[in-house]
């Protein structure tokens, strides 16, 4: 096994332990633990900041070596997609619409 | 058990999006094909996989791995805790299990109908749960499994991780639904653009603390105009 494949299942093993720690520590031990209600509100915030701090820097990358692109095709996509869900309420469509949407504009880009 | 499988037969559609864009984004963000089904199988949580990548991706240091995974399944803390009391009293290794398969298809499913229960804990609750979360966990497990075969077949240059950014949006922006976490998400969002350039990926947790904090305030400045 080399450094990067012990890198990736080490991940993965701290992954699995954060599934049964959120997951089960409640199921197991949950009777002699409340919850009180200032921490299930600040938790209930956690999640959401989470997922948006690691969207964030994949739709709107600092590209400073690269001379700055100025219009990035995942970012408008991005947007086409949260249109296409705010109007149909459908993930399904949210993804498969945003994909088809980023490949026409990095087609198009190319003629540009 | 069988109104547990009826109730959850339209959201399995859902699962199995979900499922096939993780087992694509996987492969394609640089993991062998025997890392990603070992993921899947182990880590059963299709937001804190997805979530990890891009940080296994770029090399992020594992403890953040580990932060950013656990922030994400959060919520399971609160879910297990309303479930907890309709599995009492069941030996330690079945709560084990119920734990462990929960998802948030059966949590959703779950607390409308068994919410105001009278007695909680009955066999009849159980079966309905169990009915929910099994389907789940084989359907996830298929597409997941079809996705990574997938996902090692189509070409870098159709870039099908960018489905991986779009299916997190789609768990995240549903998330969005009252005033103060609005006010939290932009905060945050600001906070991760800012903060991206920080060595270890540590904009993340500087975002996470920025979001809570916004969130709390926002929550407390609305209560007071009412």
């Known amino acids: 096994m080399n450094d990067h494949d012990f890198y990736v299942y080490s991940a993965i093993g701290l992954l699995a332990v954060c599934t049964l720690l959120t997951r089960t520590t409640f199921m197991l031990f949950g009777h002699r633990m409340p919850l009180s209600e200032e ?43 949260i249109w296409l869900f705010h109007k149909t309420r459908n993930s399904l469509v949210m993804i498969a619409g945003g994909m088809v949407f980023f490949w026409i504009l990095r087609a198009a880009l190319q003629y540009i | 058990m069988l109104e547990g499988l009826t109730a959850v037969r339209p959201a399995l559609i859902a699962t199995f999006t979900w499922g096939l864009v993780s087992g694509v984004a996987m492969v394609k963000s640089g993991l062998t094909e025997s890392a990603a089904a070992m993921m899947t199988l182990l880590v059963y949580a299709g937001s804190a996989q997805l979530t990890s990548l891009p940080l296994i991706a770029t090399g992020a240091p594992l403890w953040l791995i580990f932060a950013a995974g656990c922030i994400v399944n959060l919520r399971f803390v609160i879910f297990s805790a309303a479930l907890a ?24 499913l779950f607390m409308p109908r068994f919410g105001d229960a009278k007695t909680r804990g009955t066999p009849e609750q159980r079966w309905f749960f169990l009915g929910t979360i099994a389907p789940g966990w084989i359907v996830w497990q298929a597409s997941s499994m079809l996705g990574i075969v997938l996902g090692s077949i189509v070409p870098t240059s159709w870039s099908l991780e960018f489905a991986a950014v779009l299916a997190l949006m789609a768990i995240t922006i549903p998330l969005a639904n009252s005033r103060p976490m609005l006010v939290s998400m932009m905060f945050t969002g600001v906070a991760a653009w800012l903060s991206q350039g920080l060595p270890l990926r540590l904009g993340l947790l500087v975002s996470v603390i920025v979001g809570i904090v916004s969130g709390i305030w926002a929550e407390r400045r609305y209560r007071k105009r009412r």
Not at chain 2, 86 to 96: A, E, I, P
Request: no cysteine; net charge positive; proline share 6%.
């Open chain 1, 39 to 81: 921490v299930r509100r600040a938790l209930r915030y956690a999640p959401a900041a989470a997922l948006t701090a690691i969207i964030v820097p994949e739709l709107l990358p600092w590209r400073a070596q690269s001379g700055g692109a100025v219009v990035d095709e995942r970012l408008l996509a991005a947007l086409v997609a």
């Open chain 2, 85 to 108: 009391p309709y599995f009492q009293g069941l030996k330690w290794y079945k709560r084990l299990a119920y734990g462990f398969f929960t998802t948030d298809m059966s949590f959703v």
